[in-house]
């Protein structure tokens, strides 16, 4: 999917600038010694045991590589911070400034502001069950979503589909040029949620036979 997307990109920048960028943002608890930190919280915690990988390349060789060599591009960026002592790092310099976001402080990646060439930023919530039943019977979407607040880049957040069937819902922020890309992609990776799609005509048209 990293690599699909990150070609959508690169025929969204298309000459409007020479680089485009791929972020993801990575779970460091597998990667943390569980010697150190208690393993079923990190299972429950959200907070800074995850962090941003990210790499920039020339629209052109995103543009004209293989699918597999932009995939192999994009494991090699998140194998980068795949380690512990990266995690480790992080968590230190985190507990060394929370008094910050005490006082409304807060911080972000270069990469999710906006500046520097164009960047598209991946979140997989695919680990976590969708459970969205309120009483009133499974679901037919649930989507994650983060406040994008004043930040320039664009956004894909994946989760598993409440249908349990091994499907994706991305639910995306992007701008209208990507928005584009996506809607004429020959290969239709990512559909819009229909009705159709979600399964609300087929049930509509079961009530009234």
């Known amino acids: 999917l990293s690599a ?3 070609k959508l990109l690169a025929a969204a ?12 943002l990575v779970d460091g608890r ?7 930190h208690d393993a079923d919280a990190l299972r429950r915690y959200v907070g800074n045991v995850v962090t941003y990988a990210s790499r920039e390349a020339a629209v052109e060789a995103i543009s004209s590589s293989p699918l597999a060599d932009v995939a192999a591009m994009a494991g090699a960026a998140v194998a980068e911070v795949l380690r512990p002592e990266w995690f480790e790092e ?3 310099w985190m507990e060394a400034r929370k008094g910050v976001f005490r006082e409304g402080g807060k911080w972000t990646e270069a990469v999710g502001a906006g500046t520097g060439s164009p960047a598209l930023v991946v979140s997989a ?14 679901p037919r979407l649930v989507m994650p979503w983060a406040p ?13 589909s409440p249908a349990e069937d091994g499907s994706w ?3 995306a922020r992007m701008w209208p040029r990507l928005a584009d890309a996506v809607e004429a992609d020959p290969e239709a990776v990512l559909k819009p ?3 159709a799609l979600l399964g609300f005509g087929a049930a509509q048209h079961r009530s009234r036979q």
């Open 4 to 6: 699909h997307v990150w």
């Open 13 to 24: 920048v298309g000459g409007s600038d020479t680089r485009c960028r791929l972020a993801w």
């Open 30 to 36: 597998p990667r943390l010694d569980p010697a150190k």
């Open 90 to 92: 992080l968590v230190d």
């Open 125 to 138: 919530f695919v680990s976590f069950r969708a459970d969205g039943d309120l009483g009133f019977g499974r």
């Open 148 to 160: 994008p607040g004043r930040l320039g880049s664009a956004a894909m957040m994946v989760a598993r």
């Open 169 to 171: 819902v991305v639910c």
């Open 193 to 195: 949620a229909t009705a």
